[in-house]
Structure formats: structure tokens, C-alpha cells
Antibody, heavy 125, light 108 residues
């Protein structure tokens, strides 16, 4: 079964750091771009960061740019999110998600077809 | 705030049809994808592209798009369809993603 499993969440003080991991299984991880998406308590989904399959392209939301770093290790089928200078507003469940990009005739499809169950990050003093 | 706008809540009688909409300028250039999320669970993909369903998603779910509006339609809503629904697309820059604020669907 194609699967993504996040880990590394926990309680951290404001200004602290945390590194999230996402372990992929049952698919060729190196063929796919990946996203991190988060959800604050009682709120909607928020895209956080993107990394291409070869790590040649990385993008960040304005809310985390300069503080978070996305990376991956294709040899270990793993995705990471290094989170520094954490703020209260970073408290959320963090999901990793597999990116699918398809061209059908002249149409372009971009979507996330596999999601992990999430890991919870709580930033609080 | 989101670049994609959804109604916060919609209700539908059991077995009836409901349309959930998503509006935003980026939808003129990119198709939306739609995700269903039930309490305490991760989102799951229900519609992507013009009108494509992943395997395992019932055919009562369909999608459409016109101008700056994408729609998710559930034809014959079931009790198990009660959930939050989010639209998503690339943003106007093309490099970032944006989600709608979500629509809470209640099946009466």
C-alpha cells in the first residue's frame, strides 16, 4: 500500500526548532515532487512548502519563508521540514502529500493524491 | 486569507444534490482539485483536473469549472459525505499553492 508517515512533531517553545520527517513506502519516491501542508486547530488547510523530485526547486509560503527549510533524501525515501524560529501561529498538524502532475491533451492537472496522517506541532511556552 | 473563496457551510437533504463552489482568479489558468476531510482524519482527494475521480471515490462526486469558479457536485448525497471540503490550485504565480477556506457540508 502506498503510504506516507510523518513523525517528529511535539511541543516546542517559541523561538525553538523542530525537524519533521515523512517516510514514503510502496512507490518510487524519487519520481515525485512533495508538499507539506498544515492545519492549525479548528482552521483550514494551508500549503507550507514544495520540493521537486530532484530537489532542484523548492518553494515556501510567505508565512514560513526564511524560517522553514524543506529537503529530501531519495536514497532513504524521506522528506523533511526543518522548522526554526517557531511561533505560536505555527501550531498545527503537519501533513506531507505526494504531488501528481499530469498533462492530458492540452490540459494540465496538479493535485495531491496521497497524504500522510499528520504529525502535531505545538508551539507554546 | 485565501486566494480561493468558498462558502463556509452548506447543507443538503439526504439523497439530494449539492454543489460546493470555489472562486478565485487562479482558476482561470489552473484546474482545482478537491479534498474531503472528516474530523480527526487526513484529507483525501475526491476530484482533480477537469472532472476526474481517483479510484475508490464514488461516482456521485463530480467536478466542473467555468471562468474563475470551480464546483464540486455531489449527486445523491449520503450521510457519509458529511465532511469539510477544500478546493486547491496553483496560485497566480504558478509556484505556490493556495487552498480555499473550506466548506462544511452537513447532510440532513
Amino acid at each position: 500500500e502506498v503510504q506516507l508517515v510523518e513523525s517528529g512533531g511535539g511541543l516546542v517553545q517559541p523561538g525553538g526548532s523542530l525537524r519533521l520527517s515523512c517516510a514514503a513506502s510502496e512507490f518510487t519516491f524519487s519520481d515525485y515532487s512533495m508538499n507539506w501542508v498544515r492545519q492549525a486547530p479548528g482552521k483550514g488547510l494551508e500549503w507550507v512548502s514544495y520540493i521537486s523530485s530532484s530537489s532542484s526547486a523548492m518553494y515556501y509560503s510567505d508565512s514560513v519563508k526564511g524560517r522553514f527549510t524543506i529537503s529530501r533524501d531519495n536514497a532513504k525515501n524521506s522528506l523533511f521540514l526543518q522548522m526554526n524560529s517557531l511561533r505560536d501561529e505555527d501550531t498545527a498538524v503537519y501533513y506531507c502529500a505526494r504531488v501528481m502532475v499530469e498533462w492530458f491533451l492540452s490540459e494540465y492537472y496538479y493535485y495531491m493524491d496521497v497524504w500522510g496522517k499528520g504529525t502535531t506541532v505545538t508551539v507554546s511556552s | 486569507s485565501s486566494d480561493l473563496t468558498q462558502d463556509p457551510a452548506v447543507s443538503v437533504a439526504l439523497g439530494q444534490t449539492v454543489r460546493i463552489t470555489c472562486q478565485g482568479g487562479s482558476l482561470r489558468n489552473y484546474y482545482a482539485s478537491w479534498y474531503q476531510q472528516k474530523p480527526g482524519q487526513a484529507p483525501i482527494l475526491v476530484i482533480y483536473g477537469k472532472n476526474n475521480r481517483p479510484s475508490g471515490i464514488p461516482d456521485r462526486f463530480s467536478g466542473s469549472s467555468s471562468g474563475n469558479t470551480a464546483s464540486l457536485t455531489i449527486t445523491g448525497a449520503q450521510a457519509e459525505d458529511e465532511a469539510d471540503y477544500y478546493c486547491n490550485s496553483r496560485d497566480s504565480s504558478g509556484n505556490h499553492l493556495t487552498f480555499g477556506g473550506g466548506t462544511k457540508l452537513t447532510v440532513l
